[in-house]
């Protein structure tokens, strides 16, 4: 954002914070690179038409180009998983499950209010996590502990006693720690960081219609599962999408902790996945710098260089109005 203004300077202040270092010429000189192939953002008010016509218009490279289609598949597959891994069945039924398990109304209401505490400590475990661990070393651990616990809670619904009540509330509480330790913010952050700068708006916002609509359809659907196969077969097929989801997260999440935005597109780019090209989803020196290419190239291609190219602006020039350090986060994030 800053060097979009001709901000030099206070970008470099900047990138010598976040780098902790005092030579960012390279970084600039990359950022400088970005924003000149992008090309400078028009000026004056944009028709709802005109608005429409920009985003059919990314929607269409989106899935037309194969790397970012990989992409989008990515980020849309994160919150399908962010959903049906059951989380807002938990949120929305949390009383009514725990009245289902045996407690009274009273004490259910105040066991909901501690699932929302629960969820809160596993968020805070995930903030410090994805930056010290990464992204995906913490999505995979989150979605192994939701796939025990969730399994766990299931088991618990067949079984009535005192001290199968205690293993429910128990499970559905390090259900909650276990999904806000990565399943909950990994699909944000990563749909931030993985798409091209030029079409991010586009495809952030197609991945959160899908997470609402995910999200409509496991609330809609919940009690009618439960009254099918019963609450503990209800989250056993939680369960399911979750040992699913996990192999899924091992095979094609890669890890994106450390590099910059205009690194990230290697990672789409052939040999597919990027997981398997070194030890842990980490990219190599060769990737960066190929990355860091492959951006230049992309930018410069014929469908970014056609008709409907005068129509799209850069996604950061759309945002004159937010403030540096708002762009600053998603880029130190």
């Known amino acids: ?151 766990t809670l299931a088991v618990s619904f067949y079984f009535e006693s005192p001290l199968w009540d205690k293993i429910k509330v128990a499970a559905l509480m390090l259900y909650l720690v276990a999904f806000g330790s990565g399943l909950s913010g990994v699909p944000w952050v990563m749909n931030a960081e993985i798409y091209p700068l030029k079409l991010r708006s586009a495809a952030v916002g197609q991945a959160t219609v899908a997470n609402w609509l995910f999200n409509f359809l496991v609330g809609r659907y919940f009690l009618s599962v439960c009254d099918w196969l019963g609450t503990g077969g209800a989250f056993f097929l939680f369960a399911g999408f979750s040992v699913f989801g996990l192999l899924w997260l091992w095979l094609l999440l890669p890890e994106t902790m450390g590099l910059q935005l205009e690194e990230i597109d290697d990672l789409f780019a052939d040999p597919y996945p990027s997981t398997f090209r070194a030890k842990n989803g980490e990219t190599t020196t060769a990737d960066k710098v190929g990355g860091h290419q492959r951006q230049l190239k992309m930018a410069s291609d014929s469908d970014f260089d056609s008709s409907s190219d005068s129509d799209l602006q850069d996604d950061s020039s759309e945002s004159d109005d937010a403030s540096p350090d708002q762009n600053l986060a998603a880029a130190a994030a």
Not at 32 to 43: D, L, V
Not at 49 to 68: F, P, Q
Not at 120 to 141: E, K, Q, Y
Request: hydrophobic share 45%; aromatic share 8%; with cysteine.
């Open 1 to 151: 954002w800053l060097a979009m203004k001709g901000r030099y300077t206070d970008a470099e202040a900047v990138l010598k914070m976040l780098y902790e270092q005092e030579n960012v010429s390279g970084p600039l000189n990359d950022i400088k690179a970005a924003i000149a192939q992008s090309g400078e953002a028009r000026e004056g008010k944009r028709s709802l038409a005109g608005l429409l016509k920009r985003g059919w218009s990314k929607i269409t490279i989106i899935w037309g180009k194969k790397e970012v289609q990989r992409a989008a598949l990515l980020g849309i597959g994160l919150m399908a998983l962010n959903q049906f891994s059951g989380i807002n069945t938990v949120m929305y039924y949390s009383t009514t499950i725990l009245v289902e398990a045996g407690f009274s109304q009273e004490i259910s209401i105040w066991l909901a209010a501690l699932c929302c505490l629960a969820q809160l400590v596993g968020v805070c475990i995930s903030v410090a996590s994805m930056d010290n661990a990464g992204r995906r070393p913490t999505a995979l651990r989150s979605c192994f502990g939701v796939v025990v616990t969730l399994s």
